[in-house]
Structure formats: structure tokens, C-alpha cells
């Protein structure tokens, strides 16, 4: 019988332990890279940032009597064609309207592989009660997808 010396053992080892951990980094970077949300086949959020947090396509926000929030949302055409997007907002107001949502752009035109920016705004009246709201994003596409690629 062969006997495998001890450092050997080790090495073998430690290089497992490499490989399992960079097998891990990419299931996980898999799984990040799918949960931003690709809208579309071509679009893709590449980024959200401002007020408030994100679960999947919900914004939820802590709001106060009076307060005015904003979060952007960044977007990326992978594709080789022109994509029209529209941006919607669900619902526009809550409380009896004493929160309203809205949208700087509803709808827009991305050139193939470009970015371009939407700004979700929230604006509490002084009436509004304090509290953590939510809206849901909504994104549709209409183009002729061609090569889609991730950024």
C-alpha cells in the first residue's frame, strides 16, 4: 500500500478548500447577479440607490409628515437594438392621497447598449402618517431583441 506523506495530504487539501470556495464566489455571484432584477431580456438594472430599500421590484420607504424621498434606478440595454421601456408605478398614491408616488420618465428610449437613469420620487403631505410605505415597480420592453448580452 501507497502512503500519501502528510504535506502532500495538506496541499491536496487546502487547494480543495480553493476550489470549493471559488465554486461558492460564483453560485453566489450567479445568484446576485440574477436577483438585480432583469426586467426584460436586453434590459437590465444595474443599480438602485437613494431612499429606502429595495424587494425585488418594491420600494419601501420610511416616510414622515411632509417628507419629500427619492430613489434612481439605473438601467443597461445589453442588446444590439433599440429598446422602448415603459416605467410604471403601482399604486400612485396611498392614505387618501396623502402619499403620491411618481416617476421622472415613464417612457423611454435606450439605444443599444446604453444606460439611462429613472428617479422614483415619494412626496408625504403634512397630514400623512408616519410609517413605512411600499410601491411596486413595473418595466416593460418592446424591441427587437438581438444579442443580448450581460454588461
Not at 438594472?45 to 409628515?65: E, F, L, N, Q
Not at 402619499?99 to 439611462?116: C, E, I, Q, Y
Request: no cysteine.
Amino acid at each position: 500500500m501507497l502512503a500519501v506523506p502528510q504535506e502532500n495530504r495538506t496541499r491536496r487539501s487546502g487547494n480543495m478548500k480553493i476550489g470549493l470556495m471559488i465554486v461558492a464566489i460564483l453560485a453566489l455571484g450567479l445568484f446576485v447577479g440574477s436577483s438585480t432584477a432583469s426586467a426584460a431580456g436586453g434590459l437590465t438594472v444595474v443599480s438602485k440607490t437613494g431612499d429606502g430599500i429595495w424587494d425585488g421590484a418594491t420600494w419601501k420607504v420610511g416616510m414622515y409628515p411632509g417628507k419629500v424621498k427619492t430613489t434612481t434606478i439605473e438601467f443597461y440595454n445589453s442588446s444590439n437594438s433599440k429598446l422602448n421601456v415603459k416605467v410604471r408605478i403601482k399604486p400612485k398614491s396611498l392614505a387618501g392621497r396623502d402619499l403620491v408616488f411618481g416617476l421622472d420618465r415613464k417612457n423611454l428610449t435606450m439605444a443599444p447598449r446604453s444606460h439611462t437613469e429613472v428617479t422614483l420620487v415619494v412626496i408625504a403631505s403634512e397630514s400623512a402618517g408616519p410609517g413605512i410605505y411600499s410601491a411596486d415597480l413595473e418595466v416593460k420592453v418592446a424591441g427587437n431583441l438581438k444579442g443580448a448580452q450581460k454588461p
